[in-house]
């Protein structure tokens, strides 16, 4: 490859784009820009390969292809069957899985496929077959109810929201939590460690059909041979949820209990987390879940985006490299580094470390809410997200948390010793902040006072410590 490939694939691509909508070319042009000034810790995401961001720029997203590989309701769909195929091979072969469903758009539509699978393959429903045998737009209004009818009043138990659980495991906020009656596990109140004789527990009275276990703001391993052990002696499903870890996974970090893929009946995941590829989601299962998880699309899914599913197999052929397990192991290293300079520099983290990529503070220490402190780590260059701790006094909108991750920065070559000097930075912001006040004197949960020239001074050391760390190195817009 020519050591200027990337800088002539993106500034072409941007030049032709520019000569239909120039302020489209340069709004990506001026997100290149922010990406490399700003320091991401956003737990959720991460710097895809340029081999993957420019596989997703093409002609097979003008392709309609429904259906599955060798099986589509569309002719020409040759190549499609090509990249799909080879992205469910890299899934299998990377995760161990028998099966692996490549097309679901997000995380969340992975989820729903997920759902819908278990509750046809687990309920017995007549008004479920009559539908599976038909396309879904010659379904009858009848035959809707009737699939309410059959379907409700199914039971799910997952983790809860503030414990750092995910919208999608059966909460209102989500389709899920009408589909199935929920009710979730919490964390220990001393440890912050999920307890699993409160899960086993809790399952024994509930009897779910569903387990769920998986999250988005939990800093800690978890067992999911024990959870399996759990779910078989109520009879339940298993699913585990790796979103956020699948790169832990994928790169070895997690391995024995700690890996999903071999515990659990169903895994989902993003594939734009740790794992590092295309914006989307994919579901892993054995054979018994295979044929209905393939019913995703049209059932669930709207029609297949082959242009992402070329994009999964560039970044999963990546995966399973060598040098990804080494970054996996990075990610972790890096997370237990910046937990440690917090600690140190006396922060309250949720569990008191972690042993993932991510780390929850309790900014409650610092006198803060979630809202203001991630106003003012923002006011700082520092890019992160509030989030609730167990059992948050604050509420799901102004939490009590910050969470901090990552993935993104491993990408970029940080190391401890930036992670150290990350920790130093966002003390001295939290340190420095105070909560402000409302007009009529009580305390605001929102409003904040940073000195400006405090904030322009961590912006600037933010800016030096990503000095020596560019992003996307070969890519040179000019
Ligand atoms: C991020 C996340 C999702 C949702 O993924 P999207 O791609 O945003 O739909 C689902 N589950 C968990 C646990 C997540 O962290």
């Known amino acids: 490859m020519p050591p200027n490939a990337e800088s002539a694939a993106f500034r072409s691509a941007l030049e032709v784009i520019r000569a239909v909508e120039p302020r489209v070319a340069d709004a990506i042009g001026a997100e290149l820009v922010d990406q490399r000034e700003s320091l991401k810790l956003i737990a959720s995401e991460n710097y895809a390969s340029p081999a993957t961001l420019l596989a997703m720029g093409n002609w097979f997203s003008d392709k309609y292809a429904e259906g599955t590989v060798g099986r589509r309701f569309y002719a020409g769909c040759q190549n499609v069957d090509t990249v799909e195929a080879l992205a469910a091979e890299h899934a ?15 995380g969340i539509d992975a989820n729903l496929v997920a759902f819908w699978a278990i509750l046809a393959d687990r309920v017995e429903s007549p008004a479920l077959k009559r539908a599976q045998a038909r396309h879904v737009n010659d379904l009858t209004e009848q035959d809707w109810f009737a699939l309410r009818r059959e379907l409700g009043d199914q039971r799910m138990l997952g983790m809860s929201l503030d414990a750092g659980g995910h919208l999608t495991h059966g909460f209102r906020p989500n389709i899920s939590g009408k589909m199935f009656d929920q009710r979730s596990y919490g964390t220990d109140p001393a440890t912050g ?21 998986g999250y988005s703001a939990y800093p800690r391993k978890v067992n999911f041979r024990i959870m399996r052990e759990i779910a078989d002696s109520v009879g339940a499903t298993f699913m585990v949820d790796m979103a956020h870890f699948a ?9 024995g209990d700690f890996d999903p893929v071999p515990h659990a009946h169903i895994v989902t995941t993003t594939t734009h987390k740790s794992l590092r590829g295309p914006r989307g989601g994919m579901v892993l299962c054995g054979p018994e879940l295979a044929d209905q998880v393939d019913r ?4 669930v899914l709207g029609g297949p985006l082959p242009h992402v599913m070329a994009a999964k197999a560039v970044a999963l052929a990546e995966a399973r490299r060598p040098d990804f ?19 140190r520099r006396g922060a309250t983290l949720v569990t008191g470390g972690t042993d993932n990529h991510l780390v929850l503070i ?18 700082s260059g520092i890019v992160t997200n509030r989030n609730a701790v167990p059992q948050d006094a604050n509420g799901a909108w102004y939490t009590s948390g910050i969470r901090i991750g990552t993935p993104a920065l491993t990408t970029r ?3 401890t010793a930036e992670m150290d000097g990350t920790a130093e930075l966002i003390h001295t912001v939290l340190s420095q902040t105070s909560a402000g006040a409302n007009p009529d004197g009580t ?36």
């Open 92 to 106: 299998r072969e990377l995760f161990g899985a028998s099966h692996a469903y490549v097309q679901p758009h997000s």
């Open 193 to 213: 460690l999920v307890d699993y004789d409160r899960v086993a527990e809790a399952a024994r009275e509930f009897r779910p059909l569903v387990l769920v276990a």
């Open 247 to 255: 790169g832990l996974v994928a790169g070895k970090v997690f391995t």
């Open 296 to 299: 995703g699309c049209p059932m």
């Open 325 to 343: 397990a080494a970054y996996a192991q990075r990610i972790v290293d890096n997370a237990q580094a910046l937990a440690d300079g917090l600690l």
């Open 362 to 379: 309790d900014v409650t220490g610092y006198g803060l809410t979630g809202r203001q402190a991630e106003q003012a780590l923002l006011d």
């Open 413 to 415: 070559g940080l190391g």
């Open 443 to 478: 305390a605001s949960k929102a409003k904040y006072v940073l000195d400006p020239a405090l904030a322009d001074k961590v912006s600037r050391q933010a800016g030096e410590l990503l000095a020596g760390f560019p992003l996307y190195p070969n890519v040179d817009l000019g």
